[in-house]
């Protein structure tokens, strides 16, 4: 079987690698279909993260068909099409026996701190496998991971119908979350310094686009909600973007932060305490596949208006090479396997 892997930064070698082994109990094996690139994987690509020990098999949004399965998995069969909730976490410790599995202390993200997905076959908990129409492809099912962590998000931050909710940023995660707060209903503006993408933003229902590098962002911000927004999010993740939307925020609002960013962030108390704002993190996702496959099976997203490029797994350097350097006009990239 191939196996797809980060051997040094920016150079990723494809090997023909012994069949993976069968799956034990309460495990299953998949075949990989499509897994897209991740803006953490093109953080490890460059050489970025210090917690990724290399030779790395990179890639947790993916989708495949289930092969085999372990004694005691009831819920997937041989033949299925599925999708992988990539969250592994001790599910012993308190934070984990209370449902919060995704900050566990010893929380990993599958192809981050352990091989991933960018091989032919995995084995993996049969419980994070979840089912999906045949009709949906593959490629588009590889965006199920990306989708959860915006439903988190909107969970974390109890966005509803009536919040008018400002999003900063247009790359996957943003425009995941538009996606998903107009499916319910709610006013969405959207910010980002590229036209490409927010041209995208317009076309999946965005209520306002404002280009931050050409436009007055707090101006149209106070046109689009005059007092301040309800929910904001930087979904760029950088500091300097999560001080902007404090100042955003009309009181009582709820601010996600999701960045990794280790820089500090300058905020004054006082804005939080005269506004009553309530700042939330989110991290990955907890438990949000299930409700990400109905919206797939819904067919509400446009999952397909998501992917921008896509390569066969022999052409993996080259899709992370293009990705880099295409960046403004790329949401999207998907690996075939």
């Not at 819920?75 to 592994?88: M, R």
């Not at 999906?132 to 099912?141: K, S």
């Not at 959860?148 to 998000?153: G, K, L």
């Amino acid at each position: 079987m191939r196996a797809a892997k980060l051997t040094a930064p920016e150079t990723i070698e494809l090997f023909d690698e012994p069949m993976i082994r069968e799956p034990e109990a309460g495990e299953a094996r998949v075949r990989v279909k499509a897994v897209g690139i991740c803006g953490t994987d093109l953080h490890i690509f460059k050489g970025e993260r210090s917690d990724v020990a290399l030779p790395r098999v990179m890639g947790h949004e993916l989708s495949g068909i289930v092969e085999s399965v372990g004694s005691g998995v009831t819920h997937i069969k041989e033949g299925d099409h599925v999708v992988f909730d990539p969250v592994v976490s001790c599910g012993i410790c308190k934070v984990c026996r209370s449902g919060h599995a995704n900050v566990c202390a010893d929380v990993k993200c599958f192809g981050v701190q352990m091989d991933g997905g960018f091989q032919d076959y995995i084995v993996v908990e049969a419980a994070k496998l979840y089912r999906i129409p045949e009709e949906i492809p593959f490629e588009e099912a590889a965006l199920a991971e990306p989708f959860s962590v915006a439903a988190n998000i909107l969970t974390r931050t109890a966005a509803t119908k009536e919040d008018r909710i400002v999003i900063l940023g247009a790359g996957t995660i943003g425009l995941a979350i538009l996606q998903a707060a107009k499916g319910m209903g709610a006013s969405v503006l959207i910010s980002d310094v590229e036209d490409t993408k927010l041209a995208i933003a317009k076309k999946f229902g965005a209520d306002v686009t404002v280009n931050s590098k050409t436009e007055d962002l707090a101006g149209k911000a106070e046109e689009f909600a005059p007092g301040g927004a309800d929910v904001l999010i930087d979904a760029v993740g950088i500091a300097p973007l999560t001080e902007q939307t404090v100042n955003l925020a009309a009181p009582t609002a709820r601010v996600a932060v999701i960045g990794f960013d280790g820089k500090p962030m300058q905020l004054q108390p006082v804005v939080i305490t005269k506004k009553e704002l309530t700042l939330v993190g989110s991290r990955m996702n907890n438990g949000m596949f299930p409700k990400v496959v109905e919206w797939l099976e819904s067919g509400c997203l446009d999952t397909a208006g998501m992917v921008t490029k896509s390569y066969p797994a022999e052409e993996i350097q080259q899709a992370f090479t293009d990705t880099l350097s295409d960046a403004a006009s790329t949401v999207k990239t998907v690996i075939r396997f």
